[in-house]
């Protein structure tokens, strides 16, 4: 039986703004948070959803530029528990699709993350498989786009952040997003939720029962700082 990731569970429990909260607090970029990917399924932005899981990596590069890896295809290698990310080339063309979603969930991913454009909307939702990616198309990917690389480090395609996601990093997802928990920075990070979201809870009571924003920010977060 295969070991189960301590940091898994813990991180569950936690919202992704506390997760970046936490990695702000450690002076980690952006807190981690990936930016324009949203969740497409089970729901379009609505309901429950959240995966946290460790990355299974899958580079996508434009067709002209390398030739495919010949090593069986990525989808029948997904480790139980993990979550698929994938990164596309700016393309129209979608790099992930409706069968993919079928492997994934029977190995155990528990969710798929594409830095690029879906397709198979409702074969997704039909699975209540959690997807998020940046926008939907029609088109494969076979004309446009080949697999370079599987289980390796990837950049996230923005022109806004400079960020890289390493295979085995915590890749948590919700309403809010995705944010990628660097592994290295794991335990710190865990070890500051639990006081960290005490104080929120606390400053919204205190705001609930009459206290000025500043004041109970001040009084908790001053608290939190020499814990």
Same mark, same amino acid.
């Given at each position: 039986?295969?070991?189960?990731?301590?940091?898994?569970?813990? +991180? &569950?429990?936690?919202?992704?703004?506390?997760?970046?909260?936490? +990695?702000?607090? +450690? %002076?980690?970029?952006?807190?981690?948070?990936?930016?324009?990917?949203?969740?497409?399924?089970? =729901?379009?932005?609505?309901?429950?959803?959240?995966?946290?899981?460790?990355?299974?990596?899958?580079?996508?590069?434009?067709?002209?530029?390398?030739?495919?890896?010949?090593?069986? @295809?990525?989808?029948?290698?997904?480790?139980?528990?993990?979550?698929?990310?994938?990164?596309?080339?700016?393309?129209?063309?979608?790099?992930?699709?409706?069968?993919?979603? @079928? %492997?994934?969930?029977?190995?155990?991913?528990?969710?798929?993350?594409?830095?690029?454009?879906?397709?198979?909307?409702?074969? @997704?939702?039909?699975?209540?498989?959690?997807?998020?990616?940046?926008?939907?198309?029609?088109?494969?990917?076979?004309?446009?786009?080949?697999?370079?690389?599987?289980?390796?480090?990837?950049?996230? %395609?923005?022109?806004?952040?400079?960020?890289?996601?390493?295979? &085995?990093?915590?890749?948590? &997802?919700?309403?809010?997003?995705?944010?990628?928990?660097?592994?290295?920075?794991?335990?710190?990070?865990?070890?500051?939720?639990?006081?960290?979201?005490?104080?929120? %809870?606390?400053?919204?009571?205190?705001?609930? !029962?009459?206290?000025?924003?500043?004041? !109970?920010?001040?009084? @908790?977060?001053?608290? =939190?700082?020499?814990?």
């Amino acid at each position: 039986m295969a070991l189960r990731d301590p940091f898994v569970e813990k +991180l &569950g429990q936690y919202s992704t703004c506390d997760i970046s909260d936490a +990695l702000l607090a +450690l %002076r980690y970029p952006n807190g981690g948070f990936l930016s324009n990917i949203t969740m497409w399924s089970p =729901l379009r932005q609505d309901g429950n959803t959240k995966i946290v899981g460790p990355a299974y990596t899958v580079q996508y590069v434009p067709k002209e530029t390398h030739s495919p890896v010949n090593q069986g @295809h990525y989808i029948d290698s997904i480790p139980s528990g993990a979550v698929l990310f994938i990164s596309s080339p700016k393309t129209v063309n979608a790099v992930y699709g409706g069968l993919m979603s @079928h %492997r994934a969930q029977v190995s155990g991913a528990v969710g798929t993350v594409v830095d690029g454009r879906i397709r198979d909307l409702q074969e @997704h939702r039909g699975l209540n498989y959690p997807v998020f990616a940046r926008d939907v198309g029609t088109a494969a990917p076979y004309e446009i786009a080949v697999v370079s690389g599987v289980n390796v480090p990837v950049k996230l %395609r923005s022109d806004e952040q400079d960020i890289t996601i390493n295979p &085995g990093d915590y890749i948590i &997802g919700d309403l809010n997003g995705i944010v990628c928990l660097p592994r290295e920075l794991a335990e710190k990070a865990v070890s500051l939720l639990a006081p960290q979201a005490e104080a929120d %809870r606390l400053i919204a009571l205190d705001i609930q !029962a009459g206290v000025k924003f500043a004041e !109970a920010s001040k009084k @908790h977060r001053v608290a =939190l700082s020499k814990s």
